[in-house]
């Protein structure tokens, strides 16, 4: 026995219609719907808890793996300039840090120095220093086709001898305050 979805009637458990208030007994669309569309929500919310899963924090050292897109720090430089046009404030250093990308993934990919920005030992995020040194390549912006590679310098300008410095990677800087990774320089 079940109750009438409708006036609460007992009614046999397998009736289609109550025999009290002649209505049917099937599921509306409107709950089906519904039972769908919590189904994709579901889905989501797992999905989206696997990419929570990522690991965030990674060394210097580190080659990191996302969305099969390998990303490296190739070299790190402290300098206070190398000629009289490319000087450090007093009491800063730019840090001048190489950074590879390579394309493993099957479609082409987009890059931009502005998606990596370095936060500082004050905790202090800074976006990319507007200048290059006449040795360096810098790391613009473009399209990189599968199976792609590019290697630029970025520079930051940051206090003399802090040694917490961190390089941060954001898939679309534009579009999130939440960093993908980060790397901890040595």
Not at 65 to 90: H, L, P, R, W
Not at 147 to 163: A, F, H, L, R, Y
Request: net charge negative; glycine share 6%.
């Amino acid at each position: 026995m079940k109750k009438c979805k409708y006036c609460q009637s007992e009614i046999d458990s397998k009736a289609k219609i109550c025999p009290n208030c002649h209505k049917k007994q099937t599921h509306s669309i409107l709950r089906i719907l519904i039972g769908i569309i919590l189904i994709f929500v579901g889905i989501a919310i797992i999905s989206g808890t696997k990419e929570d899963n990522f690991q965030k924090d990674y060394s210097q050292n580190e080659s990191v793996n996302y969305k099969n897109v390998v990303y490296s720090i190739t070299n790190v430089e402290k300098t206070k300039g190398s000629n009289e046009f490319f000087q450090a404030k007093d009491g800063y250093e730019y840090v001048k840090v190489t950074i590879k990308i390579e394309n493993n993934s099957s479609e082409k990919i987009s890059y931009n120095s502005l998606d990596f920005q370095m936060v500082n030992g004050d905790g202090v995020e800074a976006s990319v220093y507007s200048i290059t040194a006449e040795d360096d390549v810098m790391l613009n912006s473009g399209e990189l086709d599968a199976g792609g590679v590019v290697e630029g310098t970025i520079i930051w300008e940051q206090k003399e001898g802090d040694n917490n410095l961190k390089v941060r990677y954001y898939e679309n800087f534009l579009l999130t305050d939440n960093y993908t990774f980060q790397w901890s320089l040595k």
